[in-house]
């Protein structure tokens, strides 16, 4: 009989943890999984690349309104549950913290059996969030991945490290399962023609590319960004120096500020807004260099498909997660300190200026990626996670 299995996350936005449910969801077997979603918010574009097969259910259905303290929680938790009895749930499968907090109470409540995946570091991603209540949150988490019925994931073993210290518990606890990249569909989306030409004109063909791919938000390091543009003008005494066109990617409450920030330092010629794209594939396809910027990070995805479609990657050092990824002599990728424009612009210009040594990464990274990060095995774990976790609970 086929495991019934619900994925929950907050909504199907065109964010990385989303991208990686939604891989898990419409890549199960159906003989083995019968797979059901269920949304914070009924939105996203990965919803219209859903089967219609695949039962969706979501809290943002229903009206609801309460000044009670904790009223809004307590409401997805019943409504959870409730879910949960009537579609007779085995197994639930949740990512990031947000969808944690909801999901420990409802499986407690119901007694279903819980894997929860941990995409950031929270002595970052959490401790520095705006959360209300967060003391209450915080024990809700503790709880939660200390569940002797849950299992609990992290995308690399630096964000288990950081999970088991943060949240005093057990490092066995936290078992590392790395992100996957389904390299063919990769390929495949990158082939497709860009919505925008600016990429294409022959202006942009005699730029140094540069894309950016992430919400607008403060910890993805845009400003970061910003600053290289301005000072990119200061490199030119190098032969292989040429203008530079950065292109941001995504969507997210700084989107304002950063373009008044760009207008005011007359940087149009060289930054971009684009805003979110549904398949921003095309976008590393056609530039030369991807960057991260980012002040931390757990292991993103972006730098995995840059590095399935054999383009360099340049990151800030904001995680132990890209370190590993990038290779302890850094053969698959180049590190900065954060927030250091100088040592960023200046990565920039070694791509110019040492094409073989970008082209031998690249080589290295894919190789890395097949071995590490494909599709099946993971799906692999994940199946094999999902019967012990059924197993056990049933005995």
């Known amino acids: ?79 959870l549950s409730s879910v949960l009895r009537q579609q007779q749930i085995d197994v639930v499968y ?43 949150k915080y024990r809700i988490l503790r709880n939660a991945y200390n569940d002797p019925r849950s299992r609990v994931i992290a995308v690399s073993s630096a964000v288990a490290d950081d999970a088991a210290a943060y949240f005093r518990i057990p490092r066995d606890r936290f078992q590392v399962v790395p992100s996957p990249v389904h390299i063919d569909a990769v390929r ?47 490199l030119r005494a190098s032969p292989a120096w040429r203008p530079i066109q950065i292109d941001f990617i995504g969507d997210g409450p700084l989107w304002a500020s950063l373009k008044q920030q760009v207008a005011q330092d007359q940087l149009r010629d060289h930054i971009r807004f684009h805003g979110f794209q549904s398949n921003p594939y095309p976008w590393i396809q056609q530039a030369d260099v991807v960057c991260i910027p980012s002040l931390y990070e757990g292991l993103p995805n972006v730098a995995l498909e840059a590095m399935a479609l054999e383009k360099p990657v340049i990151a800030t050092d904001c995680s132990s ?57 993971w799906l692999e774990n994940m199946m094999q996670l999902f019967r012990e976790v059924c197993s056990c609970d049933s005995r």
């Open 94 to 136: 949740d990512r990031t913290y947000h969808m944690t907090l909801v999901t420990s109470p409802a499986c407690s409540r119901v007694k279903v059996p819980r894997v929860s995946v941990i995409v950031s570091p929270p002595s970052q991603d959490f401790a520095k969030s705006n959360e209300r209540f967060k003391w209450f």
């Open 188 to 234: 495949e989306a990158a082939n497709q023609p860009l919505a925008s030409d600016s990429a294409n004109n022959q202006d942009a063909q005699k730029k140094l590319r540069v894309v950016v791919i992430a919400r607008l938000t403060s910890e993805k390091g845009h400003a970061l960004m910003i600053d290289v543009a301005r000072a990119w003008d200061l």
């Open 321 to 377: 997660s890209l370190q590993t990824l990038f290779g302890s002599n850094q053969e698959r990728g180049a590190l900065v300190p954060i927030g250091d424009a100088e040592n960023m612009s200046k990565e920039l210009l070694n791509h110019l200026e040492h094409p073989e040594l970008s082209a031998e990464r690249c080589q290295n990274a894919l190789e890395w990626i097949e071995q590490n990060h494909s599709l099946r095995p």
């Open 1 to 79: 009989m086929a495991i019934k299995l619900l994925c929950c996350t907050g909504s199907l936005d065109g964010g990385g943890s989303e991208r990686q449910l939604w891989q898990l969801a419409v890549n199960l077997p159906q003989d083995q999984f019968a797979t059901q979603l269920y949304l914070i918010y009924k939105r996203g574009p990965f919803l219209q690349q859903l089967p219609s097969s695949l039962p969706v259910h979501a809290f943002s259905d229903l009206s609801f309104h309460s000044r009670i303290p904790g009223g809004y929680h307590r409401s997805q938790v019943e409504h």
